[in-house]
């Protein structure tokens, strides 16, 4: 556990801690009273409303279209359904400014509703709870569908058979083993959209603002610490809430009814409703999916003198990116491919050795450890982003010129997701392996080699698949540490979306364009390498 928690406790909890002290400690004493201040602020109060039931809405309509997918992905067996498993789980890989785009091209000023029957719907609520639902359909189907798929069915048939309808037997058999991942499910979904920053940034507009958005404003534009550290305190003891939910329901699912082979679960449709329901879920995937990246990549597509590759072709200039960048914007994928490689192998080897200490007795100290893991995913990007320009910039820890920090705050998402992916596979090994080997004469180091790493080797390929689609996408706080000459992907699009002009919108199509087939290339290669059913994504 030392290298982890040294990690985390330099790279997550000091930043952190540093700009909340920055924020409410002047002159050497705390200014406690700024918290009241700001709780009692009714423009806060709004925030806070609109950041609650923005994301409560967005999670029962998340819930709402995506359980017909889980049951259609764990019960039925048809043509193509690893690639399309595939193809729904791009938009959760995808950055969420990469989402915002697509709904953008979708829903906003120029876009296809607005072309075909002058709607739009940028700047509108329902464009964020469509863009959330599309970021986070592949959570509901992966947690659910998953552990549906290894329910026996046969405890339903038995039900039926002592006379129950088919409804009271789901109701009554299926319905309670499956409550903890619907559950864990919707805690995911809640925690994604309660700290979206992304999607609201590009589809909010002026009008709607979370508690991330927020933190950015009154960070990056008002230079008003004070309210931020607030904030970031708030959204801090509301995630920490949220996983302790998370946590206590993954404990209720171990305890789940005996699981068995998916494969022996999914059968082909059978009856005009089955057939009804596949295709009704398919249909969901192709309008609230497959249409908007379709969109996306058509926009970038649309050049002024027709269609062609001539966004692409500008992205290779620095003249053609209008004075947003030092350097041709074509670099950013460069760059994002070097900072994600980096950034995994950080997350592999402070998320494996996490994963190897969470494998031992657990205790309390354990358990904290294992929530402390999984923070980074619910606070604030941009309050770390920031906090690495304000607390590493002294001795033995002067790293505001470095490269490495964009790696480093990428590790920080990635690591959860290593630890989540390794730890189950880590669980099932037997140790009494590991005690013949050593009773073999085996060192612990071969020990290792030669026990654990050929049984967890495709769950390591996994766990590295996440990391580095994860690493890719980070945007929160790779805003404020990404240097003007070396931009990452996400944050190019962010500054081709901020200034006007139809050649800096079509530029961001394309990168976004470019950063989706990348992610989805990720993605399928993880399908071809993932045949079990191993982790938690």
């Known amino acids: 556990m030392?290298?982890?928690?040294?990690?985390?406790?330099?790279?997550?909890?000091?930043?952190?801690?540093?700009?909340?002290?920055?924020?409410?400690?002047?002159?050497?004493?705390?200014?406690?009273?700024?918290?009241?201040?700001?709780?009692?602020?009714?423009?806060?109060?709004?925030?806070?409303?609109?950041?609650?039931?923005?994301?409560?809405?967005?999670?029962?309509?998340?819930?709402?279209?995506?359980?017909?997918?889980?049951?259609?992905?764990?019960?039925?067996?048809?043509?193509?359904?690893?690639?399309?498993?595939?193809?729904?789980?791009?938009?959760?890989?995808?950055?969420?400014?990469?989402?915002?785009?697509?709904?953008?091209?979708?829903?906003?000023?120029?876009?296809?509703?607005?072309?075909?029957?002058?709607?739009?719907?940028?700047?509108?609520?329902?464009?964020?709870?469509?863009?959330?639902?599309?970021?986070?359909?592949?959570?509901?189907?992966?947690?659910?569908?998953?552990?549906?798929?290894?329910?026996?069915?046969?405890?339903?048939?038995?039900?039926?058979?002592?006379?129950?309808?088919?409804?009271?037997?789901w109701r009554r058999v299926t319905l309670p083993a499956l409550a903890p991942a619907v559950a864990a499910a919707a805690l995911m979904v809640f925690l994604f959209t309660f700290t979206s920053f992304g999607v609201i940034q590009i589809l909010g507009g002026p009008r709607y603002a979370t508690i991330e958005v927020a933190i950015y404003r009154e960070t990056a534009q008002l230079l008003d610490l004070p309210t931020a550290a607030v904030l970031t305190l708030i959204q801090f003891v509301a995630v920490a809430a949220v996983l302790a939910l998370h946590a206590w329901t993954v404990r209720r699912r171990e305890g789940a009814l005996k699981l068995v082979d998916p494969e022996q679960t999914a059968r082909r449709p059978q009856g005009a409703a089955q057939w009804a329901l596949l295709w009704g879920v398919l249909a969901v995937v192709a309008l609230l999916i497959l249409l908007p990246l379709a969109v996306l990549v058509e926009r970038s597509l649309d050049a002024p003198g027709g269609y062609g590759l001539g966004y692409y072709r500008a992205l290779q200039s620095v003249a053609d990116s209008g004075g947003t960048f030092f350097v041709a914007p074509m670099d950013a994928v460069w760059n994002s491919l070097r900072y994600a490689a980096v950034a995994t192998v950080f997350a592999l080897v402070v998320g494996g050795l996490a994963a190897a200490a969470l494998t031992r007795k657990a205790g309390r100290l354990v358990r904290g450890f294992d929530a402390l893991l999984m923070l980074p995913l619910g606070t604030s990007a941009v309050t770390v982003g920031f906090g690495f320009l304000i607390a590493l910039d002294e001795p033995p820890l002067d790293l505001r010129a470095s490269?490495?920090?964009?790696?480093?705050?990428?590790?920080?998402?990635?690591?959860?997701?290593?630890?989540?992916?390794?730890?189950?596979?880590?669980?099932?090994?037997?140790?009494?392996?590991?005690?013949?080997?050593?009773?073999?004469?085996?060192?612990?180091?071969?020990?290792?080699?030669?026990?654990?790493?050929?049984?967890?080797?495709?769950?390591?390929?996994?766990?590295?698949?996440?990391?580095?689609?994860?690493?890719?996408g980070e945007f929160g706080a790779t805003v404020f540490i990404a240097r003007p000459d070396h931009p990452t992907l996400p944050v190019a699009v962010a500054r081709f979306l901020g200034r006007a002009g139809q050649l800096n919108y079509g530029q961001a199509m394309a990168l976004s364009t470019i950063l989706m087939l990348v992610c989805a290339g990720s993605l399928l290669v993880l399908e071809r390498i993932r045949t079990d059913r191993s982790g938690e994504f």
Do not use: C
């Open 2 to 169: 030392a290298v982890p928690a040294a990690f985390f406790a330099l790279f997550f909890v000091y930043p952190v801690a540093a700009i909340v002290a920055r924020g409410l400690r002047v002159d050497g004493h705390w200014r406690l009273g700024r918290i009241g201040e700001v709780l009692t602020d009714p423009a806060v109060l709004d925030i806070l409303w609109f950041t609650a039931w923005q994301a409560a809405a967005s999670t029962a309509l998340t819930l709402a279209v995506a359980l017909p997918g889980a049951y259609v992905f764990a019960r039925f067996a048809f043509p193509g359904k690893r690639l399309l498993r595939a193809v729904v789980t791009v938009p959760f890989v995808l950055p969420t400014v990469v989402a915002g785009s697509a709904f953008l091209a979708l829903l906003g000023h120029g876009g296809l509703l607005d072309s075909l029957w002058g709607v739009r719907l940028d700047t509108s609520v329902w464009a964020i709870l469509l863009a959330h639902v599309f970021f986070n359909y592949a959570v509901v189907v992966r947690t659910v569908g998953g552990l549906w798929a290894q329910l026996d069915p046969r405890q339903e048939e038995a039900a039926r058979v002592l006379g129950a309808s088919r409804l009271a037997a």
């Open 403 to 472: 490269w490495i920090l964009v790696p480093l705050a990428q590790a920080l998402v990635g690591v959860p997701f290593v630890v989540r992916t390794m730890l189950p596979v880590l669980r099932a090994v037997d140790h009494r392996l590991r005690e013949a080997a050593a009773v073999l004469g085996a060192s612990p180091l071969r020990a290792w080699r030669e026990v654990d790493l050929p049984l967890v080797a495709r769950a390591l390929g996994v766990a590295a698949g996440f990391a580095f689609a994860v690493s890719l």
